[in-house]
């Protein structure tokens, strides 16, 4: 909103030293109105707009260049952002899928099924701690990152 105000002000200011140029220009150095003296005034004129239209032009790319820097750095940062979730995921994942074997190591040893589930379990179990490790240590590298 502020950048289309800003547009209709320029305008009217370009407008109203357009116009002040003319009656100036006229008066001052009592030029007469003649068709040669008008197109001589039109050309100045026109060159000022042109050198207005530069100047938006440069403002505009700068401002393009700044949202396309804004854009790569939040874009940076959703990459980031999503690659810690889907690490946070996998861990969660492969956690549960540790509990499930558990779970079922001791329904086998429930069942009276044979094996050596003692040393499977520990087995298991030695690596769903490491899982949950990783997971602790990724949770709070993403609560260091946030500053909570």
Partial sequence: MKRLLLFVFLM???????????LTGSEKFSLPLHVST?????????????????????YVCYQLSIDMQTNQQ??????????QHLEVVALTSLIQECDL???RYDRWEEAGIKGDYANAKASVRDKMNAHR???????????????V
């Avoid at 200011?13 to 003319?22: D, E, K």
């Avoid at 008008?38 to 440069?58: K, P, W």
């Avoid at 490790?133 to 990152?145: C, G, N, P, S, V």
């Fill in 12 to 22: 009217v200011a370009v407008s109203i030293i357009w116009y002040l140029l003319l």
């Fill in 38 to 58: 008008i197109d001589e005034m039109f050309n100045a004129i026109n060159s000022l707009f042109i050198a207005l239209v530069l100047a938006g032009l440069v």
């Fill in 74 to 83: 939040t874009t940076l940062e959703l990459m980031q952002s999503s690659r």
């Fill in 101 to 103: 074997t558990l779970h």
């Fill in 133 to 147: 490790e990783r997971l602790e240590k990724k949770l709070l590298e993403i609560q260091d990152a946030k500053g």
